[in-house]
Antibody
Framework: EVQLLESGGDLVEPGGSLRLSCAAS????????MTWVRQAPGKGLEWVST????????YYADSVKGRFTISRDNSKNTLFLQMNNLRVEDTAVFYC?????????WGQGTLVTVSS | DIQMTQSPSSLSASVGDRVTVTCRAS??????VNWYQQRPGKAPKLLIH???TLQSGVPSRFSGSGSGTDFTLTISSLQPEDFATYHC?????????FGQGTNLEIK
């Protein structure tokens, strides 16, 4: 059974940094493109970033480009999202999901709150 | 970016009802639409991909249709566990955008 478990969410001040992790199990992790999707409180889903299985190709939403960095450690079956220069509008639950444009497995999410 | 517009944004219905949710894309996207169900406080769950293909394990009362710009998600006979928020998403071109969601509530 595929399982994705996010961690790292926290309360941070504007301008601060956080690193999210997503631990994967039940799949050949390195074979799959992985994605981060976020959901602001009471809002819809927003695609954030995608990384190919090898880690060689990255994609970012314009809203996070230059501030967020997606990466992975295939030896540890873990996906990361380094978030710098956080803004109030980045407040959201962040989900990791398996896939590039079609997300068939999702983690339970981790809450990032950006507030002073 | 491709805009996905869902309607209605909220819907009240009763157990046993047939309900339809619509999603319109701002440009033609073939059949590259996926539908997700999200229960309160939970992660989204893939229901239907490529407009009409039911994901494994999803009950057959769920169906999807459409192509080009107009797509529908239909639940043929609502069950108590179906009251949730439904999201459409296009996977035609990046950024892979979602609709704003349809909140299906118990009448």
């Amino acid at each position: 059974e595929v399982q994705l478990l996010e961690s790292g969410g926290d309360l941070v001040e504007p301008g601060g940094s956080l690193r999210l992790s997503c631990a994967a199990s039940g799949l050949t992790f390195s074979s799959y493109t992985m994605t981060w999707v976020r959901q602001a409180p009471g809002k819809g889903l927003e695609w954030v970033s995608t990384l190919t299985g090898s880690g060689g190709i990255t994609y970012y939403a314009d809203s996070v480009k230059g501030r967020f960095t997606i990466s992975r450690d295939n030896s540890k079956n873990t996906l990361f999202l380094q978030m710098n220069n956080l803004r109030v509008e980045d407040t959201a639950v962040f989900y990791c999901a398996k896939g590039k444009g079609l997300y068939d497995y999702w983690g339970q999410g981790t809450l990032v709150t950006v507030s002073s | 970016d491709i805009q996905m517009t869902q309607s209605p944004s909220s819907l009240s219905a009763s157990v046993g009802d047939r309900v339809t949710v619509t999603c319109r894309a701002s440009q033609s996207i073939g059949s590259y639409v996926n539908w997700y169900q999200q229960r309160p406080g939970k992660a989204p769950k893939l229901l239907i991909h490529t407009a009409s293909t039911l994901q494994s394990g999803v009950p057959s009362r769920f169906s999807g249709s459409g192509s080009g710009t107009d797509f529908t998600l239909t639940i043929s006979s609502l069950q108590p566990e179906d009251f949730a928020t439904y999201h459409c998403q296009q996977s035609y071109d990046m950024p892979y955008t979602f609709g704003q969601g349809t909140n299906l509530e118990i009448k």
